[in-house]
């Protein structure tokens, strides 16, 4: 259970600790914040609202701790991330309880995205032994002008001190997905988890505490974003922030100093359905992609683009399985569950109401109790409505009816995000060319939106994001290219 065994000096009475120095600790603030079931609407759990000197502490410590621990051989690096990668898979069931608790994500999908987090600990640990272990030799006479007296030696070295802000969605499995690169790489990390997630990821943190990793290596701090993320974001400690969420992202990168940004922001995914699509592969795919955790991941199908001849048919089989959602709470494994928050619930709902003024038409009734919203798809949706451009993060997914290809790409990239998108179509040649045509970091041919499998690069343009994810891109990424020359007084040819 959640708090219990192991985990049982993570908690002080109610409020979990934070954890620096390798000591789970309580705050000086004497202050916590609470975590908010959205199925029940009942605080859950409380966190330790951190101050801006433990925040302090946290970077003086993880700065000293990496020194030590670039000097530790990379597979060393790689057995320690094996275990916590052991451990925490070890510990899926207390970890998804929490992830069913704080962001009401259906029980096994919960189970899913600590395995899948265990299993990509354990993947960057190979990838990382791997490239980091290679660098290139240059020579100087393939420049014009040079003799062959210069030797090139190039390796990857840490940056220093990583900052990982994770969202409310994935909190494990999005904050693995940028410590393990982190360490591997031979950096500190420290993590401020999202505050609904923060109890999953405090559970998460110390598997890497039981795995042995040094003292300082691994921090985490917690407490409310809008609080203490802009001190964190500006630390003059930090040298690399990867940063996965909405907006926030947008100022972050306004706001950081002199470091490298990963930023994996929102997005708009649209699904392009064309006349020679498989409609029935396409409507499986629509409804999983739009609807899976409530339509809350940023690589969700966010509006449907279909050719007017097909349309009637496709939304015809979508609303047939949308009717077979099972909608609850994620205790039952209901597919349909409580968004994260009253407001998230409040903002989705804001975009359905404005669709209905402006006459889309609904392809089931609006129904909304607590945070929970029944799934809905709203057909003949216009470019002048909302929907069709903002990202509810929630189970309400808009039709848009095209009648060629050029308007529902001019449509998809009209659009402020680019993160990815998708078309269904039998012919492969029109599906490259739309590919080319669409301006996001990915086009899936014939299947839903997706990040995984998570070695896969994955990335956005324009308000997407900044930098590519993907564990070979992230290793890379928290890297920075050094080079040793050696200089000979003769040129030195071999074989010469
Ligand atoms: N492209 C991608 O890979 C993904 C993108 N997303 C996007 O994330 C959004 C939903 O996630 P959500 O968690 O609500 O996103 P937010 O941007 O609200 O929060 C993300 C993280 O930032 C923290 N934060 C809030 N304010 C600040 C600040 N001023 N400085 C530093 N950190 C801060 C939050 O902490 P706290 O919780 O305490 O406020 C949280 O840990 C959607 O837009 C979705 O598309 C989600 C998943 C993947
Ligand atoms: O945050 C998200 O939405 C995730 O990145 C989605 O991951 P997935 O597409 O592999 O489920």
């Keep these: 259970m959640a708090g219990n065994g192991v985990f049982a000096e993570i908690i002080d009475g109610e409020v979990y600790k934070y954890y620096c120095e390798g000591e789970w600790r309580k705050s000086a603030s004497g202050k916590s914040v609470a975590i908010i079931n959205p199925t029940t609407r009942k605080t859950q759990y409380k966190v330790q609202a951190c101050t801006q000197e433990e925040v302090n502490k946290v970077m003086e410590i993880a700065k000293a701790a990496q020194k030590s621990w670039a000097k530790t051989p990379l597979w060393k690096r790689a057995e320690l991330l094996h275990k916590a990668a052991a451990i925490l898979k070890e510990h899926k069931a207390p970890i998804a309880e929490c992830l069913v608790k704080e962001i009401a994500k259906p029980a096994k999908d919960a189970v899913t995205e600590v395995v899948r987090s265990g299993d990509l600990v354990s993947y960057t640990a190979e990838e990382g032994v791997r490239i980091l272990g290679e660098g290139k030799f240059l020579v100087s006479d393939s420049f014009p002008g040079n003799e062959r007296t210069k030797y090139c030696l190039t390796s990857k070295i840490p940056l220093g001190v990583i900052l990982a802000i994770p969202p409310f969605n994935y909190p494990v499995n999005l904050a693995v997905s940028k410590i393990a690169p982190a360490l591997i790489a031979g950096n500190s990390l420290v993590l401020k988890p999202p505050t609904q997630g923060a109890v999953a990821a405090l559970h998460m943190v110390h598997c890497f505490h039981l795995a042995g990793f040094p003292k300082g290596l691994i921090s985490c701090v917690t407490g409310k974003g809008s ?42 995914d649209a699904c392009i359905v064309l006349e020679d699509a498989d409609l029935d592969l396409a409507a499986g795919n629509i409804v999983k992609g739009g609807f899976s955790y409530s339509g809350q991941r940023c690589t969700a199908v966010k509006v449907v683009l279909v050719m007017e001849s097909v349309a009637d048919t496709l939304v015809e089989k979508v609303n047939a399985k949308v009717a077979k959602l099972t909608v609850g709470p ?33 392809c089931q009734p609006y129904k909304r109790e607590g945070n929970l919203i029944w799934p809905l798809l709203l057909d003949n949706v216009r470019p002048d409505m909302r929907i069709a451009w903002e990202e509810p993060f929630g189970p309400v997914l808009p039709v848009i009816r095209i009648n060629s290809v050029e308007e529902g790409i001019h449509h998809c990239n009209a659009s ?46 324009k308000d997407s ?26 040129p030195s040819y071999t074989m010469g």
């Design 465 to 490: 994001g900044i930098g590519s994810q993907g564990i070979t891109n992230s290793i890379n990424m928290m890297t920075k290219v050094k080079t040793t020359v050696i200089n000979l007084p003769t």
């Design 416 to 461: 402020n995000f680019g993160l990815q998108g998708c078309v269904f179509t039998k012919d492969i040649n029109k599906a490259i060319l739309i590919s080319d045509a669409m301006e996001t970091g990915t086009v899936q041919i014939n299947s839903a939106p997706a990040r995984g499998p998570d070695h896969f690069p994955f990335q956005g343009i």
């Design 227 to 268: 609080e203490i993320g802009d001190f964190l974001t500006m630390h003059p400690g930090v040298n690399c922030i990867s940063f996965t969420g909405g907006d926030t992202g947008v100022a972050i990168s306004k706001k950081a100093g002199m470091v490298p940004l990963q930023m994996e922001l929102g997005g708009k």
């Design 330 to 362: 994620p205790e039952d494994n209901c597919d349909i569950t409580p968004v994260v928050s009253e407001s998230s619930a409040n903002f989705i709902e804001g975009l359905v109401m404005d669709a209905k003024e402006k006459d889309a038409t609904f």
